[in-house]
């Protein structure tokens, strides 16, 4: 079982003081938050693809081959590439080479975005969505593990004789997860190649996302590639932590009335009863989290979201130490031990070379 973090990237006003970071200071403290979750003993750090305000990460690859330099154990992911409008030899090459630059610590998500304006911004027509995302994704797969690629198709120049360099590290390509909130036809592509599906449960009620990755199960088994248990599926999920939950509550509830992403809608209680998001102690993060398995079964990552809506840095910091400290642990004990010897672990570059040589 995997744990971590994401983040979106954010430049939000601390509505607590009315600041707000420079955009500098907001990469900068990704960075610092990175290192903070290798420290406190997280598995994985992964940064969103977004280009417009108010958020900063246009560019993860360099960010993660930033943090890649200052890090030696954590596994550097996307919490989404933009598979529709991201030209698929550029993120074949782009992740190539941060793989070995990072030995291997890399894998990606990849998924549509929820931004409508992106798609033009790269040339692309958003009501092409799902069939960009399929066609890009079959290119990707082959120039990873092609030497030489024929292309054509609808959505870019033909290739002829293709070899995308580097090619992928130890012959291994990066490992896939396939991210939606919404899309049946992207839980099948994750299916058809025995890829991961992650389901960011952030902010619909769990029943949507139950069917979802149901799905998914249903047509990994159905292609092949094991049994519906044995499927790869990754959760996405939010913690606010203190000692005492009132304290929690009281801190963070200025945050989430004012956060852009969901300030204004639902209250904090109605949010924290209908959504995996947990405001108060360890132990309720822990016995919210142990829930996630009875709704969508033995899964292989959880990643939380800690770092956004204005929160200042010393505050994600802290979060961190008591995700690290007191949550991380507990969860990981319970999860590992109740998991059938059946359902493998989530896919390593040292997993995924090992299959490859047999």
Do not use: C
């Not at 991961?196 to 990755?213: T, Y």
């Amino acid at each position: 079982m995997q744990f971590g973090i994401f983040t979106v990237g954010d430049v939000t006003p601390d509505p607590t003081t009315g600041r707000a970071p420079t955009e500098a200071e907001r990469i900068k403290a990704m960075v610092t938050i990175a290192q903070k979750a290798e420290e406190v003993g997280l598995d994985v750090f992964a940064t969103g693809e977004h280009h417009n305000p108010p958020f900063v990460p246009s560019s993860p690859t360099t960010m993660l081959g930033y943090v890649a330099a200052r890090t030696e154990r954590l596994i550097l992911s996307t919490a989404t590439t933009l598979i529709t409008t991201n030209d698929p030899v550029k993120i074949a090459e782009d992740y190539a080479m941060l793989q070995h630059l990072a030995d291997g610590r890399v894998d990606l998500m990849l998924g549509r975005g929820n931004t409508p304006p992106v798609y033009p911004w790269f040339g692309q027509d958003i009501r092409q969505g799902i069939p960009l995302a399929i066609e890009n994704y079959h290119l990707l797969h082959r120039l990873w593990r092609e030497d030489v690629v024929d292309w054509e198709g609808r959505f870019r120049t033909p290739l002829r004789g293709f070899t995308a360099t580097p090619r992928p590290l130890d012959g291994v390509p990066p490992f896939v997860w396939h991210g939606s909130i919404r899309s049946p036809e992207i839980a099948e592509q994750a299916a058809y190649y025995g890829d991961g599906f992650f389901a960011n449960h952030i902010f619909w009620p769990k029943e949507h996302f139950i069917r979802l990755v149901g799905l998914y199960r249903e047509r990994f088994e159905h292609h092949g590639h094991g049994t519906a248990d044995q499927a790869i599926v990754g959760l996405g999920g939010q913690v606010f932590l203190r000692e005492r939950s009132q304290d929690a509550v009281a801190e963070f509830r200025p945050y989430f009335d004012h956060a852009p992403v969901y300030g204004g809608g639902p209250s904090l209680e109605e949010f924290t009863e209908q959504t995996p998001l947990t405001v108060g102690s360890p132990q309720e993060a822990i016995d919210k989290t142990l829930t996630f398995r009875e709704h969508f079964g033995d899964y292989q990552r959880q990643l939380f979201l800690v770092d956004h809506a204005g929160l200042p840095l010393k505050t994600v910091l802290e979060q961190l130490d008591l995700l690290g400290e007191r949550v991380v642990p507990v969860l990981r004990a319970e999860l590992d031990a109740r998991r059938p010897a059946h359902v493998p672990d989530a896919p390593t570059h040292a997993s995924l070379r090992a299959a490859a040589a047999r």
